[in-house]
């Protein structure tokens, strides 16, 4: 296919026939032949494309060849799809957005989500909560959506830089594998992230049929491998832990971000913050106790945490397992700063839970941290009840299926001679030991793809771009086993990208299945061998009607696996020689906005604030203040948005970034995040931060001791969204431990004095007749998981400023997660507090504004009138608040065209000088409004949902009508915990805040029993949210390092 | 003035002896019909360079929009409120000395209120390129803020104090311009009379409108001077006022005090006295008008300044004991912060300025001795500026929730906006003294025995 010429061209448009010619002019110029063709045979007009003059003339010449061409013959092209409706779907309303259950594959997990579609583009995400694992959706999920549309997504498939069409590249998967298939494929390798899709493994498994010798090589960055490892070691089956943090009474975490990290994560935030929840005079919670070896969300809700060294987690495991009488378990000597009596209580509390208790390890953790803990969950009875131990959903050939390593030393060794590399980026995010990208070359047909012409396309001779999830059609297993299945939203954006089924059908019998052939037929076979049931228990008629409702719902009922029995463990791995108390450590995570790097370029996660440290554009080297003394490096001046910059060495190779000193963080011990450090990863990501890959090895994959951190005397500009996390003893996050709660449930309102209506000069009260929106945040079960922020960043069209203009203070974020330290800097309490306009009903931003730009609505909003504002940015300063977004520059990108494919039609794009701010996500309310109105009801408790709210996994945020005083936020505004922020400055927010509640062990903290006499006092921050105050002043100092 | 009753001639220790009507004007008017002093054109050419540098400055603010400055959030304002704050209290010397001291009859203004009206005006003009041109979208903010009856049935938000600015800083350019200009006529007429060129002539011809000097015209001329040194007389006090509301009227820690009317009306004067001697000081050094304003004016001048200032530095005193006294924990946290915050540095300087240098003041050397005096007017000219600078920033950057706190840094063209408007005010005030009498020709000839002869007549 690689000779075409004008001649062909001609042959082909002659041969076929239509009456519509001139409408399918733009199909027949668009056919992939034709554009290899423009692009080849004339790459010196390659530039007229995007010269509108230039364009049109070229267009003029081509036209008239091609007319000339099809004077010969009346042609139709086979037309797949046809973009106005004739007769439009049944109940399509042009203009109203409809919703479809898709999933995101997260690690080669499935996300359950709802994808809203708007006139065929899909331009938000909901979390799908009819799935066993939705709920919620993850921060990814939400920016997804920016993905789909970016336009750096790679657009052509490549032979050696040079664009080739599809069916050149199938050609030459065919000719590459004449000569595997007389070696039986024992040069083939399949190299592929975790993959739990069973259509995709069924299609790798015939592939690898047809090749006997073939290998599969499975590697993700930050996956469950060693979890599964470890526990098949030991126990004999692959299995991997799924929570059920419902039935947890006490929670010990070994290292395991459960609510921030992995599969599963939705659902363990909700059920975990379910049990703390405290509603209707509940006065039980569930304990957590954390033991950690870096600052994660998680750790944030933790009731005890023990910030210790990754390599120490293991000396306060056994110690645990050991108290708790496990079979063959030796306490050690405890790490240093561990007591032994923080082990007894822990220990005790645990047995005490029996059942009710659970043990979690990190999935990042060593294999006998991951046994331990199997091994006392065991030992407790939590097996079956909060724990359940499934077989691991990541598809395997047994026999078949190979480690990284072994690839590498087979390319070393020049024995791999076709290597597909599916939706992966080895040359990135592979350990620096491997030597990947060196090895990589020693292959003679190298094939890449992924969404992105990334690292390793550019080494590799054939790049396919891949379809976006939501171009495709896929399935894919939540963490229990549940098939979700993934649908496509729209015609893939760029003509060549293709489904990871589509490339790998190349490598099959039948090259040419597409996705949906492929995942359909797997599913008539599976529907012909299985019985599968609806969710209400009926058997389906047909198959078709099967397929629908998995279409429909987003997933098969009755595909979760069973748990599965684990005997006792063969033998828990021996403890590891004590490690050296001063010996510096280095951890690698996940990084908390683009994961392993894999959505780096995806400005609204690049511009999330993560959530600890609230830095933008970056990733930082992380350390504790003391470790930071130690090594004689200055804590970040906040101030001055610098941070010292620091080169870390391990096993002699080391990388150079800013340092950021992080209170609560382990001393030894340095945190670095993946994901950054990026060559070839788009416009926005190339470039930014460091590459923590490069100083990773293969044989201690997250964590290593034995560092140097070295100052290079250097400082950096690093954007962080908050400068100041010491409260200063104001009453903003309130907080009480249990039994200060439970003596004095209104805690929280005594904190400040609220003057009362007929105290103020506004006299009484003004009564709203209609609908009174109102918005309630539960501090005590936010954990700063950021989906809010995306959700709200891609409802509401809220543009992206760049790193410049963060470390300006200029970020755009309508709703914002303030984090507050509070007591010792080597472990102090940390306080979520999502902050959104709090829709005050005496707005002290309404009376300044000069052109009442800003005004309240019968119904209690805030409302802001963009075409009125002439931008004094009066009303910004005098919100006590601080949530009013200015557009100093024209931040709305109004040039890129795949850019405003993304935006919600529902929302203005603001343009310069203009001022903006959260507005209860009046588009939806009006959305129900209407649809109330058509039905001739009032709007129904739960039918306005705004974006935080629906995204939210814990379900923190609660909206509706106070007037309704069935609603469930009435019900909540009557709950002892209630509280207004600032509500003495007599503003009357709408947006109230449910006080947090924790809980600690009366044994190790004797003073959270203590019931402080209630005097009646306004003083501020009295009881134990203002505990400490000198503790807290420590932390301004150099924990946030302010002054 | 106790002395006031053993003079003959009222006012006559306020001209240096031995003048007479012609003296005078050939005196006043000569600067104009004159050669033009070499150090005019150089001052001009530094003036009007600085006010293209001014011209770019906006261009470039319309092309991008107000994020070239160091704006961000929290501090929402910057340089551009504190330099129409600082411009507009510049400007109340002016009027203090033309209609306040009128009405109190005080002789010694009548060689300083020309100029110091003059400046007025062009301080006016200055500060009023900034609350425009500071908003998101100067094309709407010119006419949106002003009340005009449109289609829509779309009204400013009247319970805004940035639309009682409005009325209050139109009025008093308004205001400013007549009374500048009503007591300028007889002084065309001479200047008419004077000028050689014939385009000079009909130019002052016109603005003279047909003033011939005879009793009618002087007896209307008194009484719409009169009128307008009481229209004026509120406004010194009511612009400043309804500035400060910009501040009090808000719900900030720093800003939010009762205690900023009067103490903004007293700093405006204060500032206003200082820029009117910055200015007097070398005029008179170069135009050689010792005759005319003597050192009692010098001295006179420096004690209002020392008067007003020391009610400036109560008002800090005052601020500093409400925060305390307030038992609010964010009052008290504002004035701990702007002592020992990140902008402690601003603070401090603006108490030197402010509450210190000026004390020099009590000593009357000093007060009649032109290079320190020069020096401590500087000194306040600063102080006034940071002092609103600490007001604006310092209130703005740190309020209720210690997670929205933020820092301010101004940007290169936060400096090049401030010193363009220097630029357009030196421009101003250079064309002033070539073309129009810097001092007052007539109402200095008051000053003369000759101007009472009359009186003498009875007397005798």
């Given amino acids: 296919m690689s000779d075409i010429d004008l001649s062909a061209i001609r042959a082909r448009l002659a041969s076929a026939s239509g009456p519509t010619f001139w409408r399918s002019l733009d199909e027949v110029a668009e056919t992939p032949e034709f554009q290899q063709y423009l692009q080849r045979e004339f790459p010196e007009n390659a530039a007229e494309w995007s010269d509108p003059a230039g364009r049109r003339q070229f267009l003029k010449l081509m036209g008239a060849s091609l007319a000339l061409a099809g004077v010969t013959g009346c042609t139709r092209q086979p037309t797949e799809h046809i973009v106005p409706y004739v007769t439009p779907p049944e109940g399509y309303v042009p203009g109203k957005t409809q919703l479809f259950a898709t999933s995101m594959p997260r690690d080669g997990y499935a996300e359950?989500?709802?994808?809203?579609?708007?006139?065929?583009?899909?331009?938000?995400?909901?979390?799908?909560?009819?799935?066993?694992?939705?709920?919620?959706?993850?921060?990814?999920?939400?920016?997804?959506?920016?993905?789909?549309?970016?336009?750096?997504?790679?657009?052509?498939l490549t032979y050696r830089g040079e664009?080739?069409?599809?069916?050149?590249?199938?050609?030459?998967?065919?000719?590459?594998?004449?000569?595997?298939?007389?070696?039986?494929?024992?040069?083939?390798?399949?190299?592929?992230?975790?993959?739990?899709?069973?259509?995709?493994?069924?299609?790798?498994?015939?592939?690898?049929?047809?090749?006997?010798?073939?290998?599969?090589?499975?590697?993700?960055?930050?996956?469950?491998?060693?979890?599964?490892?470890?526990?098949?070691?030991?126990?004999?089956?692959?299995?991997?832990?799924?929570?059920?943090?419902?039935?947890?009474?006490?929670?010990?975490?070994?290292?395991?971000?459960?609510?921030?990290?992995?599969?599963?994560?939705?659902?363990?935030?909700?059920?975990?913050?379910?049990?703390?929840?405290?509603?209707?005079?509940?006065?039980?919670?569930?304990?957590?106790?954390?033991v950690e070896s870096r600052t994660s969300n998680t750790g944030t809700k933790a009731d005890h945490r023990l910030p210790v060294r990754a390599v120490d987690v293991d000396g306060v495991a056994r110690a645990v397992a050991a108290k708790l009488g496990v079979a063959g378990v030796a306490a050690g000597p405890l790490p240093p700063k561990v007591t032994q009596a923080w082990i007894d209580a822990v220990a005790a509390d645990l047995q005490a839970a029996g059942a009710k208790a659970l043990v979690v390890a990190g999935d990042q953790q060593s294999a006998a941290v991951q046994v331990l803990a199997a091994a006392m969950n065991q030992a407790l009875g939590a097996v079956g009840s909060t724990v359940n131990y499934f077989p691991s959903q990541a598809?395997?050939?047994?026999?078949?299926?190979?480690?990284?390593?072994?690839?590498?030393?087979?390319?070393?060794?020049?024995?791999?001679?076709?290597?597909?590399?599916?939706?992966?980026?080895?040359?990135?995010?592979?350990?620096?030991?491997?030597?990947?990208?060196?090895?990589?070359?020693?292959?003679?047909?190298?094939?890449?793809?992924?969404?992105?012409?990334?690292?390793?396309?550019?080494?590799?001779?054939?790049?396919?771009?891949?379809?976006?999830?939501?171009?495709?059609?896929?399935?894919?297993?939540?963490?229990?086993?549940?098939?979700?299945?993934?649908?496509?939203?729209?015609n893939p954006l760029y003509d060549t990208a293709r489904s990871a089924h589509e490339v790998l059908a190349a490598f099959g019998d039948n090259p040419a299945a597409t996705a949906f052939e492929t995942l359909k037929g797997y599913w008539e076979n599976a529907f012909g061998a299985g019985a599968f049931t609806a969710p209400d228990g009926a058997a389906f008629a047909s198959f078709d009607k099967f397929w629908r409702r998995a279409v429909h719902d987003g997933f098969i009922t009755g595909t979760a696996a069973a748990p599965v029995a684990l005997g006792a463990p063969a033998a828990v791995p021996a403890a590891p020689t004590a490690p050296a108390a001063d010996a510096l450590e280095v951890t690698f995570s996940a990084d908390a906005s683009v994961h392993d790097g894999r959505f780096a370029?995806?400005?609204?996660?690049?511009?999330?604030?993560?959530?600890?440290?609230?830095?933008?554009?970056?990733?930082?080297?992380?350390?504790?203040?003391?470790?930071?003394?130690?090594?004689?490096?200055?804590?970040?001046?906040?101030?001055?948005?610098?941070?010292?910059?620091?080169?870390?060495?391990?096993?002699?190779?080391?990388?150079?970034?800013?340092?950021?000193?992080?209170?609560?963080?382990?001393?030894?011990?340095?945190?670095?995040?993946?994901?950054?450090?990026?060559?070839?990863?788009?416009?926005?990501?190339?470039?930014?931060?460091?590459?923590?890959?490069?100083?990773?090895?293969?044989?201690?994959?997250?964590?290593?001791?034995?560092?140097?951190?070295?100052?290079?005397?250097?400082?950096?500009?690093?954007?962080?969204?908050?400068?100041?996390?010491?409260?200063?003893?104001?009453?903003?996050?309130?907080?009480?431990?249990?039994?200060?709660?439970?003596?004095?449930?209104?805690?929280?309102?005594?904190?400040?004095?609220?003057?009362?209506?007929?105290d103020?000069?506004?006299?009484?009260?003004?009564?709203?007749?209609?609908?009174?929106?109102?918005?309630?945040?539960?501090?005590?079960?936010?954990?700063?998981?950021?989906?809010?922020?995306?959700?709200?960043?891609?409802?509401?069209?809220?543009?992206?400023?760049?790193?410049?203009?963060?470390?300006?203070?200029?970020?755009?974020?309508?709703?914002?997660?303030?984090?507050?330290?509070?007591?010792?800097?080597?472990?102090?309490?940390?306080?979520?507090?999502?902050?959104?306009?709090?829709?005050?009903?005496?707005?002290?931003?309404?009376?300044?504004?000069?052109?009442?730009?800003?005004?309240?609505n019968q119904e209690g909003l805030n409302d802001m009138v963009y075409n009125r504002c002439v931008g004094t940015r009066y009303c910004a300063n005098n919100c006590p608040y601080k949530v009013r977004r200015f557009n100093f520059l024209l931040y709305a990108d109004w040039d890129?065209?795949?850019?405003?494919?993304?935006?919600?039609?529902?929302?203005?794009?603001?343009?310069?000088?203009?001022?903006?701010?959260?507005?209860?996500?009046?588009?939806?309310?009006?959305?129900?409004?209407?649809?109330?109105?058509?039905?001739?009801?009032?709007?129904?408790?739960?039918?306005?949902?705004?974006?935080?709210?629906?995204?939210?996994?814990?379900?923190?945020?609660?909206?509706?009508?106070?007037?309704?005083?069935?609603?469930?936020?009435?019900?909540?505004?009557?709950?002892?915990?209630?509280?207004?922020?600032?509500?003495?400055?007599?503003?009357?927010?709408?947006?109230?805040?449910?006080?947090?509640?924790?809980?600690?062990?009366?044994?190790?903290?004797?003073?959270?029993?203590?019931?402080?006499?209630?005097?009646?006092?306004?003083?501020?921050?009295?009881?134990?949210?203002?505990?400490?105050?000198?503790?807290?002043?420590?932390?301004?100092?150099?924990?946030?390092?302010?002054? | 003035m106790l002395d006031h009753a053993k003079e003959e001639v009222p006012g006559a220790r306020y001209l240096a002896p031995g003048h007479n009507f012609g003296s005078i004007s050939d005196k006043i008017a000569g600067i104009i019909t004159g050669r033009t002093p070499f150090s005019w054109f150089i001052g001009f050419l530094i003036g009007f360079s600085v006010l293209q540098l001014l011209l770019v400055s906006i261009t470039y603010l319309l092309f991008k929009g107000t994020g070239i400055w160091g704006l961000n959030n929290p501090v929402g304002w910057g340089f551009a409120i504190i330099n129409f704050v600082w411009w507009i209290g510049i400007g109340h010397a002016g009027t203090l000395i033309s209609a306040i001291l009128m009405l109190f009859r005080q002789h010694w203004r009548t060689s300083i209120n020309r100029a110091a009206e003059a400046m007025t005006v062009f301080a006016v003009a200055c500060a009023a390129i900034f609350p425009i041109f500071h908003t998101g979208r100067p094309w709407l903010a010119a006419y949106w803020l002003l009340p005009y009856?449109?289609?829509?049935?779309?009204?400013?938000?009247?319970?805004?104090?940035?639309?009682?600015?409005?009325?209050?800083v139109s009025t008093y350019a308004t205001v400013s311009i007549v009374f500048w200009y009503v007591g300028l006529i007889p002084d065309l007429a001479t200047m008419r009379d004077r000028a050689k060129s014939p385009i000079a002539q009909r130019l002052y011809g016109l603005f003279a409108l047909g003033w011939r000097g005879s009793a009618l015209h002087w007896q209307r001329y008194e009484t719409a001077s009169l009128m307008l040194a009481g229209l004026s007389t509120p406004l010194v006090l009511s612009v400043h006022t309804v500035v400060s509301f910009d501040f009090a009227v808000s719900v900030i820690p720093g800003w939010h005090a009762t205690i900023f009317p009067p103490y903004f009306v007293a700093g405006a004067i204060y500032a206003g006295f200082a820029m009117v001697l910055t200015l007097m000081i070398p005029m008179r050094a170069i135009y050689g008008l010792h005759d005319f304003i003597t050192e009692r004016h010098i001295d006179n001048m420096a004690k209002v300044t020392l008067a007003t200032g020391l009610i400036v530095f109560y008002g800090y005193c005052m601020e500093a004991f409400f925060g305390w006294y307030?038992?609010?924990?964010?009052?008290?946290?504002?004035?701990?912060?702007?002592?020992?915050?990140?902008?402690?540095?601003?603070?401090?300087?603006?108490?030197?300025?402010?509450?210190?240098?000026?004390?020099?003041?009590?000593?009357?050397?000093?007060?009649t001795s032109v290079l320190p005096l020069f020096g401590v007017c500087m000194a306040v000219n600063v102080g006034m500026w940071l002092e609103r600078f600490v007001i604006v920033v310092t209130s703005l950057h740190r309020d209720y929730l210690p997670s929205s706190w933020g820092m301010y840094y101004p940007t290169v063209w936060d400096w090049s906006t401030f010193i363009g408007t220097m630029g357009l005010f030196l421009t101003l005030f250079y064309l002033f003294i070539r073309v129009l009498p810097m001092i007052s020709i007539f109402e200095v000839r008051t000053l003369t025995p000759a101007a009472h002869a009359k009186g003498d007549g009875h007397h005798g």
């Fill in chain 1, 112 to 156: 359950p989500v709802l994808a809203v579609s708007h006139h065929g583009r899909p331009i938000k995400i909901e979390p799908n909560p009819e799935h066993p694992a939705g709920g919620g959706t993850s921060r990814y999920a939400q920016a997804s959506i920016l993905g789909l549309y970016d336009p750096d997504r790679s657009q052509s």
């Fill in chain 1, 163 to 290: 664009i080739r069409s599809f069916t050149d590249y199938q050609a030459a998967m065919a000719g590459a594998l004449v000569a595997q298939q007389a070696v039986g494929g024992a040069g083939f390798r399949i190299l592929t992230g975790t993959i739990t899709s069973p259509t995709l493994l069924s299609q790798i498994e015939a592939v690898l049929n047809i090749y006997p010798e073939a290998r599969w090589i499975q590697y993700e960055p930050v996956g469950r491998d060693g979890v599964v490892e470890a526990l098949a070691a030991a126990f004999g089956q692959r299995v991997e832990p799924v929570l059920s943090l419902e039935n947890a009474d006490v929670i010990l975490s070994l290292d395991g971000d459960f609510m921030d990290c992995g599969p599963g994560e939705i659902r363990n935030a909700r059920t975990f913050v379910d049990r703390r929840r405290l509603e209707n005079g509940a006065t039980t919670m569930n304990r957590l106790y954390m």
């Fill in chain 1, 395 to 490: 598809a395997r050939v047994e026999g078949r299926t190979g480690a990284l390593g072994e690839l590498v030393g087979d390319m070393a060794a020049g024995k791999v001679d076709l290597l597909l590399v599916l939706d992966a980026n080895p040359v990135y995010d592979t350990p620096v030991d491997l030597g990947f990208a060196d090895q990589l070359q020693k292959v003679a047909v190298r094939v890449h793809a992924g969404l992105y012409a990334d690292e390793t396309a550019e080494l590799c001779q054939w790049h396919v771009p891949l379809a976006h999830y939501l171009e495709s059609w896929s399935d894919l297993r939540a963490a229990d086993g549940t098939v979700s299945i993934t649908q496509p939203l729209i």
């Fill in chain 1, 601 to 758: 370029n995806n400005p609204w996660l690049q511009e999330l604030p993560k959530p600890l440290n609230k830095v933008t554009w970056d990733n930082v080297i992380i350390m504790s203040p003391r470790t930071a003394e130690a090594l004689g490096i200055a804590a970040q001046k906040m101030t001055k948005y610098q941070a010292t910059v620091a080169t870390v060495t391990l096993n002699g190779r080391s990388v150079t970034g800013p340092v950021w000193v992080q209170v609560g963080h382990p001393d030894q011990s340095v945190n670095l995040q993946l994901g950054y450090g990026r060559t070839r990863a788009g416009r926005v990501a190339t470039g930014i931060g460091y590459n923590a890959n490069l100083v990773r090895r293969s044989t201690a994959p997250f964590f290593a001791l034995g560092a140097q951190v070295q100052a290079t005397g250097d400082t950096y500009t690093i954007a962080s969204t908050q400068m100041h996390f010491n409260m200063e003893q104001r009453a903003v996050v309130r907080t009480a431990a249990l039994p200060v709660y439970k003596a004095e449930p209104t805690f929280a309102q005594h904190m400040t004095h609220v003057p009362k209506y007929e």
């Fill in chain 1, 760 to 856: 103020t000069l506004h006299g009484n009260e003004w009564q709203y007749d209609g609908y009174k929106w109102g918005m309630i945040i539960d501090l005590n079960a936010c954990d700063g998981c950021n989906a809010c922020v995306v959700a709200c960043v891609s409802e509401n069209n809220i543009p992206v400023v760049g790193k410049q203009q963060v470390a300006t203070g200029r970020e755009m974020h309508w709703i914002r997660i303030d984090r507050y330290y509070e007591g010792d800097l080597d472990n102090p309490t940390v306080h979520d507090q999502p902050l959104t306009c709090m829709q005050c009903e005496n707005a002290p931003c309404e009376v300044v504004c000069p052109v009442a730009a800003t005004v309240h």
């Fill in chain 1, 896 to 1043: 890129t065209k795949a850019l405003k494919m993304a935006r919600n039609p529902e929302v203005t794009v603001r343009s310069r000088g203009v001022m903006e701010k959260c507005t209860y996500c009046v588009q939806r309310i009006n959305s129900a409004r209407i649809t109330a109105k058509v039905e001739d009801r009032r709007i129904r408790d739960g039918e306005v949902r705004t974006a935080c709210q629906s995204a939210c996994p814990t379900q923190a945020i609660h909206f509706g009508d106070l007037n309704d005083p069935e609603s469930r936020v009435a019900r909540l505004r009557k709950e002892p915990r209630n509280y207004g922020l600032l509500e003495d400055l007599n503003t009357r927010p709408r947006t109230t805040y449910l006080a947090a509640v924790r809980n600690p062990n009366p044994v190790l903290s004797p003073e959270a029993a203590h019931v402080p006499a209630h005097g009646g006092g306004h003083a501020p921050a009295t009881g134990a949210a203002g505990d400490g105050s000198g503790a807290s002043g420590k932390a301004a100092e150099s924990g946030a390092a302010t002054h």
């Fill in chain 2, 149 to 168: 009856p449109n289609t829509m049935a779309l009204w400013p938000n009247f319970r805004s104090p940035l639309i009682w600015d409005v009325f209050a």
């Fill in chain 2, 326 to 367: 307030s038992a609010n924990q964010f009052e008290q946290f504002m004035i701990t912060n702007r002592m020992n915050g990140p902008y402690a540095g601003y603070y401090w300087a603006l108490i030197f300025c402010n509450g210190v240098v000026p004390q020099l003041l009590w000593s009357k050397k000093i007060r």
